[in-house]
């Protein structure tokens, strides 16, 4: 869930402590970055006083600093926070309900506990399993710990951590490539691990400024935008889904060099050592660079293998992915990273409930596969707006499934099972109409920008035939009979109706559609005097006008004054948002046609209104 959509689900309280840190930062950055001053002008120098969009400027303007607030608030704190920020940044953690994060939380304890005895265990009684150069690494980390937290005791004082032998300790982590687990496991042998309360735990996270606490509804969110940095800071190159891609396209001696590496159980099943591999919190550079190769394997040999990877295994277009080792790993980080910042699911709501639909009834147990992976809450989460919710995307879902299960579904499906297996079940459950409708006001505000983010490639010059047509789809899927024969037979050289509603016994809806960037409309006496003219037109034919309809992405109050006393048009108004709301409402509904009279209403037509009538 992205920044400012989390903010809008919170009030000014429960935004306080994140704009307690935001401020501090505004006051020591104003000399630097003129533009604060800027964006806290909109709200009279007072950060409280502005607005959702503006404090997700500022958010993005001081990243970099939030950054390093955040980077050492984790990596020295003695209040678990590297444990809850690992949770945090699971897929699918982007919001959760408190009880949910309190059962989280009390897993992640209760295994770190159980792990923790076992990693003791096998350091102490080596039975062979470790490799002896990795047991040396884990016994060299530990004594330095143990010397780190003990010392305290020759100066009689109370056992812990400094700040200064926390950033030792990590530095050496580094340089020995200890997992984030590994880290906490050999740290954990030594300091004990405590259990707090969960409450106290959220209000931690609050005040650093991590998560975002609605006390209404007692959920828990984390902006994507946040999540982005903390996996940064805890050295997460790549979010899990990513990562599993990765080592399901490993083969099985691959895999083995990575669980030798890791002390992972070498005899457990490809599936279930993917999962513990991934849960190890390994860096994705050093396991592509090093980790899934032999000691001595030459570069060449590293760079060809990485290459089949992708283009075989993954199945990505490499061209100017570069040609050394680390370049083709960079960028192979950067373009997932890239894709999931891409709001793009190149599927329609009503697509991708298509498709969940389909992929349920092939797969029965797979509702259950991503509720674990994912670790959802809720019971069913087989739908979009669940999956929307959690930043969880239709190739996310799809790549799930193994090569062998993605061509069955598609031969049943009756897909093409040549090329991309994934792509070609994506373009079959694309629909072109879909997205534009779902894309309605952006196409009414002419805002380029919005479209091509969510993969809708226009020119500019093609925007007001493009709403047009999208207005006009709009009413077909609400019922209406859009007459083009008639249009056609009406219009003439200098007239030109944009839509024609035939209602029948010579009764017709006359729909105006007109794009506008950065204002409302509010050119009232030109729109109707076009207006007057088509009206005219129509009625020199014998047809009753029932309605003239005007849409457009929003319209300014002297506009709409305009409309509603102009006693000789009759005519009403539709923003883009309230069409599509009245649209969704109607197919909510059980209603099997649509009340024209809805629409005859004097003014601009009130959507929330309207879409109660159809739910009554």
């Known amino acids: 869930m992205r920044f400012i959509y ?21 006051t020591k950055n104003r000399k630097s970055k003129p533009k604060i001053d800027q964006i806290l002008s909109e709200g009279d120098g007072q950060l409280k006083n502005v607005d959702d969009e503006n404090i997700a400027d500022l958010f993005q303007l001081l990243t970099p600093q939030y950054k390093a607030h955040l980077r050492e608030k984790i990596k020295y704190s003695d209040y678990q926070l590297g444990i809850l920020v690992d949770i945090l940044i699971r897929d699918g953690n982007c919001m959760m309900s408190r009880d949910w994060f309190s059962k989280l939380y009390s897993k992640e304890i209760q295994n770190l506990e159980n792990n923790i005895v076992n990693f003791q265990k096998q350091i102490n ?28 005791l020759i100066r009689n004082r109370e056992k812990t951590l400094s700040w200064e032998e926390k950033s030792i300790l990590y530095t050496l982590a580094n340089s020995l490539v200890l997992s984030n687990k590994e880290i906490r496991w050999i740290t954990h042998t030594i300091v004990p691990l405590k259990k707090y309360k969960i409450d106290d735990l959220i209000n931690k996270l609050k005040e650093q400024g991590i998560i975002f606490f609605n006390r209404r509804s007692y959920y828990l969110y984390i902006p994507d935008e946040i999540i982005w940095i903390l996996r940064e800071i805890n050295g997460i190159e790549l979010p899990n889904k990513y990562f599993r891609r990765i080592l399901k396209n490993l083969t099985d001696p691959e895999l083995n060099l990575i669980a030798k590496k890791y002390n992972v159980d070498r005899k457990l099943n490809s599936s279930r050592k993917i999962n513990v591999i991934i849960n190890q919190g390994i860096k994705a550079t050093n396991l592509l660079s090093e980790i899934i190769f032999k000691p001595g394997t030459f570069k060449t ?48 709501k009503d697509g991708f409930n298509s498709l969940l639909r389909a992929l349920k009834t092939s797969f029965p147990k797979l509702n259950k596969t991503i509720k674990e992976d994912f670790e959802l809450q809720d019971d069913d989460v087989m739908t979009s707006e669940i999956l929307k919710k959690y930043s969880i995307q239709p190739r ?15 031969k049943n499906n009756q897909i093409k099972s040549r090329g991309n297996l994934v792509s ?17 006001d952006a196409i009414g505000r002419r805002d380029l920008k919005a479209l091509n983010e969510k993969g809708l490639t226009i020119k500019e010059s093609e925007l007001g035939l493009l709403y047009e047509k999208t207005t006009r789809k709009i009413f077909e899927r609400l019922g209406f009979n859009v007459d083009e024969t008639l249009k056609e037979s009406i219009n003439t050289s200098r007239h030109k109706i944009d839509i024609l509603i035939n209602l029948g016994n010579k009764n017709i809806i006359i729909v105006e559609c007109k794009t506008k960037k950065d204002s409302d409309y509010n050119q009232y006496t030109a729109v109707s005097r076009q207006l007057k003219s088509y009206e ?40 883009s948002k309230g069409l599509i709301q009245i649209l969704e409402g109607f197919k909510e509904s059980r209603m099997e046609e649509f009340p024209v009279k809805l629409l005859l209403k004097d003014g601009l037509l009130n959507e929330d209104r309207i879409v109660k009538v159809l739910l009554r």
């Not at 309280?13 to 935001?22: A, G, H, N, Q, V």
């Open 6 to 26: 989390v903010l809008a689900t919170i009030n000014q309280i429960e935004k306080s402590s994140f704009l307690k840190i935001l401020d501090c930062f505004c």
């Open 301 to 348: 040999d590293k760079i060809k293998r990485l290459q089949e990877l992708m283009e075989k295994g993954l199945e990505i277009n490499t061209q100017g992915f570069g040609r050394s080792l680390e370049e083709k790993v960079a960028n192979l980080i950067k373009y997932f990273n890239d894709l999931e910042r891409d709001e793009t699911t190149s599927l329609s």
């Open 536 to 575: 005219n037109l129509c009625k020199k034919q014998g047809y009753l006008i029932s309605k003239i309809l005007l849409v457009a992405k929003d319209f300014s109050d002297e506009f709409v004054s305009e409309c509603e006393y102009d006693y000789e048009l009759n005519m009403s108004l539709a923003t």
């Open 424 to 440: 070609n079940v994506i373009e079959n459950y694309r629909d072109i109409d879909d997205l534009f409708i779902e894309n309605f």
């Open 396 to 410: 996310d879902i799809l790549y799930l499934l193994s090569k062998n299960e993605l061509k069955e579904f598609c």
């Open 125 to 152: 009684n080596n039975d062979g399993n470790i490799d002896p150069l990795r047991l040396r690494d884990y016994k060299i980390f530990q004594n330095c710990v143990r010397t780190g937290y003990e010392n305290d």
